[in-house]
Each structure stands twice: as structure tokens, then as C-alpha cells.
T-cell receptor
């Protein structure tokens, strides 16, 4: 089992709709989770961090964490063409403090 | 405030050569981590340094080494380059020893021919 798993996509969402990106992790003791956005040819940009169960909202972005299910998600409301990118989920492993990234999900917002 | 800076931006090397990549963290950040990202994959952890000490190492061969300087900047060295070392090398900085929120630099694109 991979440590952080994401569906590679592409995920196509109409402009203005909600995009839902999902991620699962294997280390049950992990406490810190991150979502990064990466445009083609660019480096990852931190958009959300979440440490507690529940939802965390920041503008059009909502991160959701369910530690019992070892599941993290990112919702993007009112999707814009500029949201088209690869979204990377990352988790800090409890056993050794390393941050492990998933392969990323490619999101395509359809105008 | 300036973000994380990395140099050079691009680099082309031949198999067997050695390369040094450089990174300056965000002002006030004391931790630097290095990642390798190949096309279609997420970044893979190589090293983390905090206060000039190695705090973590990923599953990379001993050809990879790094260090952190008193001003918290860092270098990543790769010896005996292989074709498979071609990748985007990313540096990320964070405030403290524990790698909580990390901010990435623009990366160095290394091509080994």
C-alpha cells in the first residue's frame, strides 16, 4: 500500500462547479496534512494545511480530514479555469516526521 | 519578503559528473528540505536539515549528500550522475525543526545526458 494515494485523474469539472479531490494515507498516526497546487512546469504552492478532524475553509477552498477513515479531501468551490493544475496531497508521517507526497491529481476546469 | 530561491534554474550534465544545487530559505526559516520530482510523480523526500544538522534522509543512494550553512542556506550534491537523476530538484523551507508548512522554491531542472 502506498503511503499517500491519490487518483491521478484527469478530473474534469465545469467552470463554476465544485471540484472534489481525494487522498488516503497509510500511517494511522499521521497528524499533519497539506494540499499543494502545481501548475505545469512550476513548483508546488501550498494552498491548505489541516491538522484536526473536520473542515477548514479558506476562501473557495475547503480541506476535510477524517482520521478514522485516514482520508483527506479538498473542495474547490466556484471552480475557475485558473484552478486547472495538479493538486498534490501530502502527509507528515508520525513514525519519522517525513512529509510524503501523493502522485497528484490533474484537475481540468472546463470553460 | 523574498521567497525560497534556488540556483541554477536549469543544468545539463553528463553521466558520471557531479553537480551542486543551491537553496536560500525564506528569511527567518531555519529548516530546509530537498525533494526530487520526476514527471508524473509527486516530490520525493531526499533530505531535511535544521540548524545545520541532518534531521531526515529519504531512500536515496549515498551519491546524494547535502549540508546547511550558518545562514541556513543549503547545498545538495549529487556525485556520479546517472541518467535517472534527471528531474526537478526542489528545495522547501519551513520555520522550525518539524517540517510543518513548507514553502517551495522554483526548483532546479537537472538533465543528465
Amino acid at each position: 500500500q502506498k503511503e499517500v494515494e491519490q487518483n491521478s485523474g484527469p478530473l474534469s469539472v465545469p467552470e463554476g462547479a465544485i471540484a472534489s479531490l481525494n487522498c488516503t494515507y497509510s500511517d494511522r498516526g499521521s497528524q499533519s496534512f497539506f494540499w499543494y497546487r502545481q501548475y505545469s512546469g512550476k513548483s508546488p504552492e501550498l494552498i491548505m494545511s489541516i491538522y484536526s478532524n473536520g473542515d477548514k475553509e479558506d476562501g473557495r477552498f475547503t480541506a476535510q480530514l477524517n482520521k478514522a477513515s485516514q482520508y483527506v479531501s479538498l473542495l474547490i468551490r466556484d471552480s475557475q479555469p485558473s484552478d486547472s493544475a495538479t493538486y498534490l496531497c501530502a502527509a507528515r508521517m508520525n513514525r519519522d516526521d517525513k512529509i510524503i507526497f501523493g502522485k497528484g491529481t490533474r484537475l481540468h476546469i472546463l470553460p | 519578503d523574498a521567497g525560497v530561491t534556488q540556483s541554477p534554474t536549469h543544468l545539463i550534465k553528463t553521466r558520471g559528473q557531479q553537480v551542486t544545487l543551491r537553496c536560500s530559505p525564506i528569511s527567518g526559516h531555519k529548516s530546509v528540505s530537498w525533494y526530487q520530482q520526476v514527471l508524473g510523480q509527486g516530490p520525493q523526500f531526499i533530505f531535511q536539515y535544521y540548524e545545520k544538522e541532518e534531521r531526515g534522509r529519504g531512500n536515496f543512494p549515498d551519491r546524494f549528500s547535502a549540508r546547511q550553512f550558518p545562514n541556513y542556506s543549503s547545498e545538495l550534491n549529487v556525485n556520479a550522475l546517472l541518467l535517472g537523476d534527471s528531474a526537478l530538484y526542489l528545495c522547501a523551507s519551513s520555520l522550525g525543526g518539524r517540517p510543518y508548512e513548507q514553502y517551495f522554491g522554483p526548483g532546479t531542472r537537472l538533465t543528465v545526458t
